[in-house]
């Protein structure tokens, strides 16, 4: 069971604090993926916890870029396929259960 509130998730009986606002979550495989943000986006900002409150991946572990620019969208294709947009327009389609980047694109 997966429960947010501001800046924190309760994963059973785990509590982890973001330090920034949680915008969008999806609960998925018993775990959760959050994406946050404050006023401005701030690199990094993907997060995916298994079902025990470890921290099995941010986003920038799994596509190793140099200058990360931040994430303004995070949505499920299938049970184990998430899609990522950035805010410079490209889409990451990330495998949740590999932990591997599937593809990426352009959308603007």
Do not use: A, Q
């Not at 309760?10 to 495989?29: A, P, Q």
Request: proline share 1%.
């Amino acid at each position: 069971m997966c429960r947010i509130g501001g800046s924190k998730i309760l994963i059973n009986d785990s509590i982890i604090e973001i330090g920034h606002t949680i915008r969008k979550s999806i609960e998925v495989n018993g775990g959760i993926i959050v994406l946050f943000y404050d006023d401005t986006i701030i690199s990094n900002n993907v997060e995916y916890y298994d079902n025990l409150g470890n921290k099995n991946w941010s986003i920038n572990d799994l596509l190793k870029i140099k200058n990360p620019r931040g994430n303004v969208d995070i949505e499920m294709e299938n049970d184990s396929v998430v899609c990522v947009t950035s805010s410079l327009g490209m889409v990451y389609r990330i495998n949740i259960t590999t932990s591997e980047l599937i593809e990426k694109k352009i959308v603007k």
